[in-house]
């Protein structure tokens, strides 16, 4: 069976990783022991991966660790706002270099059909049977609170 390797477009240039390395947050060795981290720039590769394919955390290549750790220390990162920062020096290191016009800003979107939607013009029902059977429920209680006997029915 043969090893997919994932290509090369995700790994950090030296100059970039100086960058990036200064805003990541410093770990310390546990003095308790076990295993030891993941090198922050191999976790780095592996966030840059999933974002850019959009593959799931645990169908990531190998290469770059689990992908439940992987998965893990981008959550911590993002609530150390670490993204944040680094799109905040790349605003400031653009602006330096080629300028940028705060004055006038531009969205891009795209509105797609939702895979599984169904038709566009299809029947609706008049309710659901959950609802129905939401509402009978909801009946049902009322009047058995109201000393009323209980009636067993079954929802149409």
Request: aromatic share 10%; glycine share 8%.
């Amino acid at each position: 069976m043969a090893v997919h390797s994932a290509s090369k477009f995700h790994e950090i240039p030296d100059s970039l990783w100086e960058r990036i390395e200064l805003v990541l947050p410093i770990y310390k060795t546990s003095c308790k022991g076990g295993r030891p981290r993941l090198p922050l720039r191999q976790v780095v590769n592996g966030i840059l991966y999933v974002l850019y394919t959009g593959c799931q955390w645990k169908a990531m290549p190998r290469q770059f660790g689990s992908g439940s750790a992987i998965h893990a220390y981008f959550q911590e990162w993002v609530e150390l706002n670490v993204f944040y920062e680094l799109w905040q020096l790349a605003l400031v290191e653009y602006d330096n270099l080629k300028g940028i016009d705060w004055q006038w800003q531009s969205v891009d979107g795209a509105t797609t059909k939702a895979p599984l939607g169904g038709e566009k013009n299809r029947e609706k029902p008049d309710r659901s049977w959950q609802a129905g059977c939401q509402a009978l429920r909801a009946c049902r209680r009322s009047r058995s609170s109201a000393g009323c006997r209980s009636e067993r029915r079954q929802c149409a």
